[in-house]
């Protein structure tokens, strides 16, 4: 199915452990972003891409690396999980137009719970 | 830096009333795009509107309309005779390019209207 999506969509894991959300959309969209959505804090960008091998910092970005090998895909991984991330997680994309972005199209969340 | 402001955590009003949301953002950059989100109950994030530094005229679309100022770097957006279905979180959001010409888009914290009926 086309659009963007995002596994698993709920996750519980402990404190040390490694974690991957997986992000995958079928637009060939250029830019992908991830965010973290807390209560009180809104929607924080983690990292964003403007294409394939071109991935940069947001405003939150520690404990938390990205790679994007294909145009296609956005893996998050938590590379040892805290109870501070435990939070709800949005990727979202949106097409490249000339030196600026679209709208953002977003899956629908994953859910981590950090125990 | 960029940074959207939404000063308003909550707000409650009864069904039909108009409301308004705030939005003020800070940015050094000349051309810049600015965004709407809605976030039903239901939790996924659904697009409003688009709206990029060089146009300055309102928009209206049915209920909703946007009103840009750069003067006061505000980007507010007013529901008409509000509904209950107008009940949920509503984000700005600022795009911009980093130092490599890249675009980052940052959201504010939202704001909840509750629409009582």
């Known amino acids: 199915d086309a659009g963007i999506t995002q596994s698993p969509r709920y996750k519980i894991t402990e404190t040390g452990r490694q974690v991957t959300l997986m992000c995958h959309q079928t637009w060939s969209h250029s830019y992908m972003f991830w965010y973290r959505q807390d209560l009180g804090h809104g929607l924080r960008l983690i990292y964003y891409?403007?294409?394939?091998?071109?991935?940069d910092k947001g405003e939150v970005p520690d404990g938390y690396v990205v790679s994007r090998s294909k145009t296609e895909n956005f893996p998050l991984t938590l590379e040892s999980a805290t109870r501070s991330q435990t939070s709800v997680y949005f990727c979202?994309?949106?097409?490249?137009?000339?030196?600026?972005?679209?709208?953002?199209?977003f899956g629908e969340g994953s859910r981590l719970t950090v125990l | 830096a960029q940074k959207v402001t939404q000063a308003q955590t909550e707000i409650s009003v009864v069904e039909k009333e108009d409301v308004t949301l705030d939005c003020v953002y800070e940015t050094r950059d000349t051309t810049y795009y600015l965004f709407w989100y809605k976030q039903p109950p239901s939790g996924e994030l659904v697009f409003l509107i688009r709206r990029n530094s060089f146009d300055e005229q309102n928009e209206i679309s049915g209920r909703y309309s946007w009103n840009f100022q750069k003067s006061t770097s505000s980007f507010n957006f007013t529901i008409t005779a509000s509904q209950v279905v107008d009940s949920a979180v509503y984000f700005c959001?600022?795009?911009?390019?980093?130092?490599?010409?890249?675009?980052?888009?940052?959201f504010g914290t939202g704001t909840k209207l509750q629409v009582i009926p």
């Open positions: 979202a994309s949106s097409e490249r137009r000339g030196s600026d972005t679209g709208e953002l199209f």
């Open positions: 959001a600022l795009s911009e390019a980093n130092s490599g010409g890249y675009q980052k888009v940052t």
């Open positions: 891409s403007a294409a394939a091998d071109i991935t």
